[in-house]
C-alpha cells in the first residue's frame, strides 16, 4: 500500500516538475503556469509519456531485477495489445464526442463469429475470417445508424448494443469453449496473431548481431496493433475525414455548416471502430489460443480507461491515437509493476482509479486555456 | 424522424411481445432454476440439466440469473418473479451467500422450496436442502494426486496459484486450501489463503476465472518464479490461459505441471491433450436435475448433519493415476462432462 501511495505521489510530482524542463527553453517570464498548460495544451501527449517513464523508474526500484527486464517488458507489450486495439477505436468514437460501450463485447461477438464457423461449422477460415470483420463493422454501422437516424445519445444506444451483442454472443456460441488444440487443428490462421517474434534470434540467423534487442519477445498481434495505430493516426492526421472527425467532435452545429456530413462521417467512424474491433479480436484468439465466450467482461471500461489516461477529451474534438496507446501501457506497466511489487490486486484497481481521475482533472484544466 | 422512431418502437414491441408469447406456455405446475450468470458454462449445462429435468416431470421451468457474478440485487428481482408467479420452489446458485438470505426467508414463508445449489448459503440451513460439490475435497483431490505424482520432488516444489478473485469467495478459499492440504502444505487459517508459511508457495495470483486473464496472471507469475512447477487454477480456462504463458516461455515441455477443478469438456479435452495434469470435475446437470426432483415431489433426500449438504460428488480426471488417490480415466470423464 505505501509502495502504492508514493507511487502516484511521485507521479504527481513529476507532473509538476515536468514543465521546468519545458520552460527552461523560454526566458522565463509571467505566466508559469500558463505556458505550461499552453505547452501541454498543444502535445497533450506529453503528459501520459511523462506518466508512463515515472512508471517505468518507480517500478524499476519497486521490483529490483524483475521488472525492467526485456522479457517483462514484452510481456506487458502483449498484455496491452488487446486493450490498445479496443483503445484506437474507442478513440475515433470519443473524438465525435461519443462513447462507444460495446466494442468488448463486438470483440468477443466476432472472436466467436471467426472461430465457431471456421472450427464448429467447418467453414474454411478464408471465409469466416472475413466474415468476423464483417461482422464486426456491421455491429459498428448498427450502432451508427441508431445514433445518428433516431438521434440518440451514444452513451444510451451502445449501453443498448452491449447488451445485444452479448445476448447474440451467448446465442451463437452456445457458451461453448474452443481449445487452443481444435484452433490449431482447423484454423491455425486465427492464432498466427499469437506467434512469438524474436527480432535478436531472427537477425542473427541472418548475420546481424544485434545485443539490444537480445531477450525481447514481439507477437504478430502487437505488430498488428502497432499497424492499426498508424493507419489510424495517418487517416485522423492526413485525411479530409480525419479533419471531419475532429470538426464533429468539436462542434458538429460549425462542421455542419462548413458543408460536412455529420451523420456520414459519425457512421464511418462506428463503422471503422466496430472493424478494429473485430482486429482486436483476431489479436484476442491470438492470445488465448482459441475463443472463450465468457473472456473480456471488463475490456469495454478498460478501453476508455486507455484512452481516458492517454489524454483523449471525453468531449471530443482533441485527443490522439498514439495517447490511447501510451494509455494502454500505463495500465499495462501500472497492472504488471504492482503484481511484481508483490501487491494484491484490489491495490491494481485502486491505482488505475487514481490514474483515471489525474487525467480527467489534467484535461479540465487543459481546456480552461481555450476558455 | 417521428415515423421512423415509431416503427422502431413498434418493431421492438413486436419482438419482445414474441418472445414473451413463446415463454408463456402454462402449464400447471412451475418451478425455477435462478443461477449467478447466464453465460458461464457451468450454468448454462445447469439450466439444460433442469430444462430436460422439467420436461420429464411435465412441469414449466422459469429460468433466470444475475447479469454478473455477484449480481445480488438480480437475483433478488429473480426470486420475487418466483414468487408471483406462484412456483412450487426453486433451486438457486447464489451470488452472494449472505446477502440472500432474507429474500429466501421470504421465498419460504410464501411457501416456496428453496434448494441450494454448488455454493451454501451462509448460515447454511437458511436453505431447505443445499445439493453442492465438495469443493474441499475438489481440492483435495488434485493435492494429493500432484504430490504423488511428484513424488520426492515434492518437497522441492515451487508452487503458483492462480486463485478466483481478492475477496475470496468460497469456493475460492475452498479449492485452495484443499489442494495445499492435499499438497502437504501447512494451511493455518483453513478459511483463508496466503497466510501460510510453506516456502514452496512462490505466488498467487488473480485470474477471475478468465482465459486471458489466466494467461496475464501466469506471465506475472513466471517474472516471480522462473523456477515454477506447480500450477493449481481455480478452474479450466484459467489453465488454459496458464498454458498459453507457459508455451510462450518454452516451459510446455512437461516441467510444469498444471491442475484444475471444474471438469468441462474442454477441461477434460486438455487433460487428455496433457496440457492439465488432473483435474477435479463436478456434475452441474446431476445438482439441478436433483433439485426439481426434489422440488416437485416435495420430498427432501436425507442429508449427512455433519456435511449440512448434500455431496453430489467430485472426481478426479486424469490420463496418469496415482496411487492411493481415487480417479476416473480420460474417457470416462469425457462422458461425463458438461460445457
Wanted: aromatic share 8%; proline share 4%.
Amino acid at each position: 500500500m505505501s509502495d502504492d501511495a508514493s507511487g502516484s505521489a511521485t507521479a504527481e510530482r513529476g507532473l509538476q516538475a515536468a514543465p521546468a524542463a519545458v520552460a527552461n527553453f523560454d526566458e522565463p517570464d509571467a505566466g508559469f503556469v500558463r505556458r505550461l498548460q499552453g505547452f501541454l495544451h498543444q502535445f497533450p501527449t506529453s503528459i501520459p509519456f511523462i506518466v508512463l517513464l515515472l512508471g517505468v523508474i518507480v517500478f524499476t526500484i519497486a521490483a529490483p531485477g524483475k521488472f525492467l527486464s526485456p522479457l517483462n517488458l514484452s510481456v506487458v507489450i502483449q498484455q496491452v495489445t488487446i486493450i490498445s486495439l479496443l483503445g484506437i477505436a474507442q478513440t475515433l468514437v470519443i473524438l465525435t464526442a461519443g462513447i462507444d460501450l460495446s466494442v468488448g463485447a463486438i470483440m468477443i461477438l466476432c472472436t466467436v463469429v471467426m472461430g465457431r464457423t471456421a472450427v464448429v461449422y467447418g467453414v474454411p477460415v478464408m471465409v469466416a475470417f472475413p466474415l468476423g470483420l464483417l461482422v464486426g463493422t456491421a455491429c459498428g454501422i448498427i450502432n451508427g445508424l441508431i445514433v445518428t437516424r433516431l438521434k440518440l445519445p451514444p452513451f444510451i444506444v451502445t449501453l443498448g448494443t452491449w447488451s445485444i451483442f452479448g445476448a447474440l454472443n451467448v446465442w451463437y456460441s452456445q457458451s461453448e469453449t474452443i481449445r487452443q488444440q481444435d484452433m490449431e487443428a482447423s484454423a491455425p490462421f486465427l492464432q498466427l496473431t499469437g506467434t512469438l517474434i524474436k527480432p535478436f534470434q531472427t537477425l542473427q540467423s541472418w548475420g546481424l548481431q544485434l545485443d539490444f534487442l537480445r531477450g525481447w519477445v514481439f507477437t504478430w498481434g502487437s505488430i498488428l496493433m502497432i499497424a492499426v495505430a498508424v493507419v489510424v493516426w495517418y487517416v485522423l492526421s492526413k485525411t479530409a475525414f480525419g479533419r471531419h472527425v475532429f470538426a464533429v467532435g468539436d462542434d458538429p452545429d460549425s462542421a455542419r455548416l462548413a458543408g460536412i456530413s455529420t451523420s456520414r462521417t459519425l457512421v464511418a467512424v462506428y463503422g471503422l471502430a466496430g472493424l478494429i474491433c473485430a482486429v482486436a479480436a483476431w489479436a484476442f484468439i491470438g492470445r488465448i489460443g482459441g475463443v472463450s465466450p465468457q473472456a473480456g467482461q471488463t475490456a469495454n471500461l478498460d478501453s476508455i480507461t486507455a484512452v481516458v489516461i492517454g489524454g483523449t477529451s471525453l468531449f471530443g474534438g482533441r485527443g490522439s491515437i498514439i495517447g490511447t496507446v501510451i494509455g494502454a501501457l500505463i495500465v499495462g506497466v501500472f497492472r504488471n509493476g504492482l503484481a511484481l511489487s508483490g501487491l494484491e490486486l484490489l491495490w491494481q484497481d485502486f491505482a488505475v482509479g487514481v490514474l483515471i481521475i489525474v487525467a480527467v482533472t489534467i484535461d479540465q484544466w487543459i481546456r480552461k486555456i481555450s476558455a | 424522424m417521428g415515423f421512423s422512431f415509431l416503427k422502431t418502437a413498434l418493431a421492438g414491441a413486436v419482438i419482445l411481445g414474441s418472445m414473451a408469447a413463446t415463454a408463456v406456455m402454462a402449464q400447471d405446475v412451475t418451478v425455477g432454476l435462478i443461477t449467478k450468470t447466464e453465460t458461464n458454462p457451468f450454468f448454462v449445462k445447469m439450466r439444460e440439466g433442469a430444462e430436460a429435468k422439467a420436461k420429464e416431470l411435465g412441469v414449466k421451468l422459469i429460468a433466470c440469473a444475475g447479469k454478473f457474478d455477484g449480481d445480488n440485487d438480480g437475483q433478488v428481482a429473480c426470486i420475487e418473479n418466483q414468487i408471483s408467479a406462484g412456483s412450487k420452489g426453486f433451486a438457486i446458485v447464489p451470488s452472494d451467500s449472505k446477502a440472500i438470505v432474507p429474500t429466501i426467508a421470504k421465498a419460504r414463508a410464501a411457501g416456496l422450496k428453496v434448494i441450494v445449489l454448488d455454493t451454501p448459503l451462509d448460515p447454511m440451513d437458511a436453505a431447505d436442502a443445499t445439493f453442492a460439490t465438495d469443493n474441499r475435497k475438489a481440492g483435495n483431490l488434485i493435492g494429493s494426486w500432484a504430490a504423488k505424482t511428484m513424488g520426492d520432488k515434492a518437497k522441492d516444489a515451487s508452487i503458483v496459484l492462480l486463485d478466483l478473485a481478492t475477496n475470496q469467495p468460497t469456493v475460492d478459499y475452498l479449492r485452495d486450501q484443499g489442494f495445499m492440504a492435499g499438497f502437504g502444505i501447512d494451511v493455518k487459517d483453513p478459511n483463508k489463503y496466503g497466510d501460510e508459511d510453506d516456502k514452496r508457495i512462490c505466488d498467487h495470483e488473480i485470474s477471475q476465472g478468465d482465459q486471458e486473464k489466466g494467461r496475464t496472471a501466469m506471465e506475472n507469475a513466471l517474472t516471480k518464479c522462473p523456477n515454477v512447477n506447480l500450477v493449481y487454477t481455480i478452474n479450466e480456462p484459467a489453465a488454459a490461459g496458464a498454458w498459453e504463458a507457459l508455451k510462450a516461455v518454452g516451459k510446455d515441455d512437461g516441467s510444469v505441471m498444471i491442475v484444475s477443478v471444474d471438469g468441462g469438456c474442454p477441461g477434460v479435452k486438455n487433460v487428455q491433450a496433457g496440457v492439465i495434469g488432473a483435474t477435479s470435475q463436478q456434475y452441474p446437470l446431476k445438482m439441478a436435475s436433483m433439485a426439481l426432483d426434489a422440488i416437485v415431489s416435495g420430498k427432501i433426500p436425507d442429508i449427512d448433519p455433519k456435511m449440512g449438504f448434500l455431496d453430489t460428488g467430485a472426481q478426479l480426471v486424469t490420463a496418469k493415476p496415482a496411487d492411493g488417490v481415487p480417479s476416473i480415466s480420460v474417457d470416462e470423464g469425457l462422458k461425463l462432462c458438461w460445457g
